[in-house]
T-cell receptor, first 115, second 114 residues
Framework: GAGVSQSPRYKVAKRGQDVALRCDPISGHVSLFWYQQALGQGPEFLTYFQNEAQLDKSGLPSDRFFAERPEGSVSTLKIQRTQQEDSAVYLCASSLRRLEESPLHFGNGTRLTVT | GNSVTQMEGPVTLSEEAFLTINCTYT??????LFWYVQYPGEGLQLLLK?????DKGSNKGFEATYRKETTSFHLEKGSVQVSDSAVYFCALSDTSGGSYIPTFGRGTSLIVHP
């Protein structure tokens, strides 16, 4: 399995529910990014990890959003008390080293629909 | 801050037509520039990149030249195929400006008819 794997592929949540989205990056990849992509828009940055360290979380839209990568591999994006405006595709991407040395590899995303 | 502006889509072409998708950028430093492509049902994947002025990135018949004077990185292909139908994203990464986080444009959908 060579690619970035995200699960679930689709998630429907009732407003107010908590959700957890999982990302399995390519083995050995140091950098991991989460992006949010609204319909018809480009990916918007949420947060960035280098190994287990969360170096930048400036894109997280509110304190309802939380991400972790405790062992420097798998990452989880958690959204608490989901709202309708959270409906989007959540993309995970990883890269082998520092960004300028290697390209981003994206997963297929998790499509979250909040009803 | 950094930003990327792409032309609105969809771009609809007949097979073998010439393709241009415009991309301009704003950056505080000296960015690297990228084109990513997203085929239906798949994740984004890197198509090509350029890291300094006048560099030309190329792949699969696509090419784009880093133009610092016009802050542009337009994507071109001489003869498109139906299989090129996808969404194309222009992106920048501005490590020299201190923000290495890749910034993406909104994407341009390309539809190629036989």
């Amino acid at each position: 399995g060579a690619g970035v794997s995200q699960s679930p592929r689709y998630k429907v949540a009732k407003r107010g529910q908590d959700v957890a989205l999982r990302c399995d990056p390519i083995s050995g990849h140091v950098s991991l990014f989460w992006y949010q992509q609204a319909l018809g828009q480009g990916p918007e940055f949420l947060t960035y990890f280098q190994n287990e360290a969360q170096l930048d979380k400036s894109g997280l839209p509110s304190d309802r959003f939380f991400a972790e990568r405790p062992e420097g591999s798998v990452s989880t994006l958690k959204i608490q008390r989901t709202q309708q405006e959270d409906s989007a595709v959540y993309l995970c991407a990883s890269s082998l080293r520092r960004l300028e040395e290697s390209p981003l590899h994206f997963g297929n995303g998790t499509r979250l629909t909040v009803t | 801050g950094n930003s990327v502006t792409q032309m609105e889509g969809p771009v609809t072409l007949s097979e073998e037509a010439f393709l241009t998708i415009n991309c301009t950028y704003t950056a505080t430093g000296y960015p690297s520039l990228f084109w990513y492509v997203q085929y239906p049902g798949e994740g984004l994947q890197l198509l090509l990149k350029a890291t300094k002025a006048d560099d030309k990135g190329s792949n699969k018949g696509f090419e784009a030249t880093y133009r610092k004077e016009t802050t542009s990185f337009h994507l071109e292909k001489g003869s498109v195929q139906v299989s090129d139908s996808a969404v194309y994203f222009c992106a920048l990464s501005d490590t020299s400006g201190g923000s290495y986080i890749p910034t993406f444009g909104r994407g341009t959908s390309l539809i190629v008819h036989p």
